[in-house]
């Protein structure tokens, strides 16, 4: 005659009788939030502006590089310009982007970090396409820039995905770029991403679509955050700091 079996092999547990459910928007906080002022401000600008307004608000808070007077807006523009976009479907490829590639930086660096990430990048997008138009009357706007930085800091870290705590995060300590040069799916990305941020700034978006993409800002943030994830990285650096 068997004996019976324990509980541990009848009864199921709490895990087999309920799987986890994630939820519907895994986002992090302060992606959620990034995202959640670009949708206000646009449905704002379109909703409840007349366009006199509008414009006033473009030149106060978008990034014109002839209009850079030594005023208050001088310091504040090449950060609210993220914060703009120029229709809707800008608006929706920027967010759907940013909570790709935001989700796992912000889960890795941290809100703080990833905050300052966010600006620090932005700022570099604005510094080379002021660079290049100096004199440009076309206002700079979209959190492109800042996405492109998430994009060169995910190249650092070879796309690698940690799900083991049940939020995806960028793993690993960031790859010197001698090993990401050397990764054949890396340099791949990369070289379609730069294909397209070229012929969409040079050519145009889409037929009919006036405004163009500023490839220059994307560069800019695409190389700052490429060459300065590891400022932002604390997690790699608290790991180093317990070995020790």
Known sequence: MSEPASPSETEPTDETSEPRREPVFNLPPVVLAVIGICVAVHLIRVYGL????????LVRTAFVPSQFDLDVYAFTSPFTYAFLHGGFAHLAINMVWLAAFGSPLANRFGTFWFALFFAATGLAAV??????HPLGQAPLVGAS???SGMMGAAARFGFRIDRTSGKAAFAGAPLPIAEVLRSRGVMTFLGVWMVINLVTGLIGFAPGVDSQ????????????????????DRRQQDVHTDEQ
Request: glycine letters at 14%; a negative charge.
């Open 213 to 232: 993409i500023a490839w220059e800002a994307h560069i800019g943030g695409f190389v700052a955050g490429f060459f300065g994830v590891r400022l932002f």
């Open 127 to 132: 510094v080379l396409f002021w660079a290049v």
């Open 50 to 57: 007349n366009d006199d307004q509008d414009f006033a608000l």
């Open 145 to 147: 820039g800042a996405i």
